[in-house]
T-cell receptor
Framework: NAGVTQTPKFRILKIGQSMTLQCAQD?????MYWYRQDPGMGLKLIYY???????DKGEVPNGYNVSRSTTEDFPLRLELAAPSQTSVYFC???????????????FGDGTRLSIL | DAKTTQPTSMDCAEGRAANLPCNHS???????VYWYRQIHSQGPQYIIH???NNETNEMASLIITEDRKSSTLILPHATLRDTAVYYC???????????????FGAGTRLAVHP
């Protein structure tokens, strides 16, 4: 069971560089999410998507961009890397809410990103 | 979304029950209580959720007080692999078309020792 797959697992960037964090899920989930987690803190939502072609901002979207061209993939792009973006990034997905009952989110194992 | 309060850390002996408390005194009638955990270096893992009745699954039990202002996650026979940070989250029920926004606090760091 692949679930949610994130690549790369680790990356070091220089200030000002750009990169794309990849996220793919094979569960046919409509909802996908990007979170960041700073040391000793809980997760904060960056962006989310409710389906292909539809994305929206979360709590901390500045400095990031997303796209959702397919149900399976939800890449996160950093255009101009800054030291404040050093963090662990988690991607998650969940099925469509049905019958008024929220569905749990399934998380990938994260990408550890350092900006130097 | 209601705010939750959890102890910063707890210890538990292997094989014993781990009881993790959570206060959510401002919870409203349509908010569920969710529990996730995060084992070191891994993504959060869903454990259980409930509205007002007690819930049980293969991983844990969730006990919600009658006034719904607090809850307890119970791991009946803790193992070393249960050492993790446990997050209690309350979330409004969303009907079809909504997304499942989760607000993570700092959680409780549970250490299971031999």
């Amino acid at each position: 069971n692949a679930g949610v797959t994130q690549t790369p697992k680790f990356r070091i960037l220089k200030i000002g560089q750009s990169m794309t964090l990849q996220c793919a899920q094979d569960m046919n989930h409509n909802y996908m999410y990007w979170y960041r987690q700073d040391p000793g803190m809980g997760l904060k939502l960056i962006y989310y998507s409710v389906g292909a072609g539809i994305t929206d901002k979360g709590e901390v979207p500045n400095g990031y961009n997303v796209s959702r061209s397919t149900t399976e993939d939800f890449p996160l792009r950093l255009e101009l890397a800054a030291p404040s973006q050093t963090s662990v990034y988690f991607c998650a997905s969940s099925p469509t809410t049905t019958g008024g009952r929220n569905q749990p989110q399934h998380f990938g194992d994260g990408t550890r990103l350092s900006i130097l | 979304d209601a705010k939750t309060t959890q102890p910063t850390s707890m210890d538990c002996a292997e094989g014993r029950a781990a009881n993790l408390p959570c206060n959510h005194s401002t919870i409203s009638g349509n908010e569920y209580v969710y529990w996730y955990r995060q084992i070191h270096s891994q993504g959060p893992q869903y454990i259980i959720h409930g509205l007002k009745n007690n819930e049980t699954n293969e991983m844990a039990s969730l006990i919600i007080t009658e006034d719904r202002k607090s809850s307890t996650l119970i791991l009946p026979h803790a193992t070393l692999r249960d050492t993790a940070v446990y997050y209690c989250i309350v979330r409004v029920v969303l009907f079809s078309g909504g997304y499942n926004k989760l607000i993570f606090g700092a959680g409780t760091r549970l250490a299971v020792h031999p």
